[in-house]
């Protein structure tokens, strides 16, 4: 009896000691093999999950926001979220001994639209919570008030000025929300004894709605809106760059040398008035400028699709990619994607610097990317369609189309995105 029972403690034992390591026995293969687990959480949470065509409990609640599946043999599983209302989220997980697999972002996609605004609609710009919308008609119309007619050009980041061109007269005007008054920018440049007969282009600056930049030529001017004043910040003998980005300390534009085929960054101290040193060059001729929200860093796309990142304060150019059509940075900086011509990359600047690269279906069709609220999933803009890429999904088993429309924008703050059909203007509200 002794060695029966001192049999039986050591085999329940090691029977316990393997089953607290994570060993089970499988049925199917008749072998002992490591489980692992899966973390699913779903958006919205209530969605019900199916493994392997299995109903498993979803445990999301105030307490726990997902739910844990444990036990699970190593391979890969078909995780599927159900949801009334959203288009069914699927994609194959795959579990490894003694790990966790985890699905955080499982972000499932409304169904159905909302009609936002109807009619002619042919673009459309975000100021806030309004819509800024042009018509074939060629009117402005901000909300459900015409402000205008030409083209929308830029705003200021309070959303107080609009800038519009209006191409049948050749001027521009510049719209204020507050006073609901248009002025005629090209009236007001004439009060300072500029020739606005020679042509030029005018650039808001979008933290200070007192001043405009005037591009005329090889020469660059701010114009002092309050004052009805105008000074000349720069001239140069080579051809200035079309694009003109602006912060609240800085101007960045740059100048072309079309003997050398190489661009040069100019960035002006708005306050000190006088440009910076260190100029850096670059090779073929500016595409972009960017101003990176909430960094002293300037993103730099060149014609040969070379994208660079300058840092103002330290003065250093890294090269980020090649072949880059479009690009879209994160709010603080810390993430870009990169659409190209064959693929899509995605780099993060953290200390572990992930990267990611996908071979997106018809990539060559897509025109631009927008990154959605949770940093782990892009918007992929075709000219008839935008999809939904979830960036830990390097399989691409799941690559859902969010809806047939075209130029897209994104309200991050309420989560919902914006689009133009045939029948007008609509929305869809992700959910939070």
Excluded at 152 to 177: C, H, M
Excluded at 238 to 253: C, P, V
Excluded at 389 to 401: H, K, M, T, V
Aim: charged share 25%.
């Amino acid at each position: 009896m002794f060695y029966v029972l001192l049999f039986a403690f050591v085999l329940i034992g090691a029977v316990v000691v393997l089953y607290a390591n994570g060993w089970r026995f499988n049925p199917f293969t008749l072998e002992l093999k490591k489980v692992g687990a899966i973390y699913a959480r779903s958006y919205p949470i209530d969605a019900k999950i199916y493994l392997n065509g299995g109903s498993v409990e979803n445990k999301s609640g105030f307490f726990q926001s997902g739910t844990f599946i444990n036990d699970l043999f190593p391979g890969n599983y078909k995780l599927k979220l159900v949801l009334s209302g959203y288009k069914t989220w699927e994609e194959s997980v795959s579990v490894s001994p003694s790990l966790v697999s985890e699905v955080k972002y499982a972000v499932l996609i409304p169904e159905k639209s909302a009609d936002a605004a109807t009619g002619t609609i042919k673009n459309f710009r975000l100021l806030g919570s309004k819509i800024l919308a042009g018509d074939f008609k060629n009117n402005v119309v901000l909300g459900d008030k015409k402000i205008g007619r030409g083209d929308i050009l830029e705003w200021t980041s309070d959303f107080k000025n609009i800038l519009t061109y209006n191409g049948v007269l050749g001027r521009y005007f510049l719209y204020n929300t507050d006073l609901e008054t248009n002025t005629d920018v090209n009236l007001l440049l004439g009060k300072t004894g500029f020739n606005a007969k020679q042509g030029f282009r005018a650039f808001l600056e979008p933290e200070d709605k007192r001043m405009l930049v005037i591009l005329q030529q090889n020469k660059l001017y701010e114009l002092n809106l309050g004052e009805t004043s105008i000074t000349n910040i720069f001239k140069t003998n080579l051809e200035l760059g079309e694009k003109i980005t602006s912060s609240q300390f800085y101007i960045a534009w740059t100048q072309w040398n079309s003997a050398e085929n190489s661009s040069t960054l100019v960035v002006y101290d708005k306050f000190l008035q006088r440009k910076r040193p260190g100029s850096p060059e670059l090779r073929g001729k500016n595409s972009e400028l960017e101003w990176l929200r909430g960094k002293n860093k300037i993103a730099i796309l060149q014609n040969d699709g070379s994208l660079y990142v300058y840092d103002v304060s330290s003065g250093n150019l890294d090269k980020i990619a090649d072949d880059v059509k479009n690009f879209s940075f994160t709010d603080g900086g810390d993430a870009v994607a990169a659409l190209e011509h064959k693929s899509l990359e995605v780099f993060f600047f953290s200390a572990d610097k992930d990267y990611y690269r996908f071979n997106v279906p018809n990539v060559g069709q897509a025109e631009k990317i927008i990154w959605y609220a949770d940093k782990n999933h892009l918007f992929i803009v075709y000219p008839a369609e935008i999809k939904f890429l979830d960036i830990q999904n390097a399989s691409l088993d799941y690559f859902p189309s969010v809806a047939e429309g075209r130029l897209p924008q994104y309200d991050e703050s309420n989560n919902r995105l914006y689009f133009l059909t045939n029948d007008g203007l609509k929305t869809l509200d992700f959910p939070k």
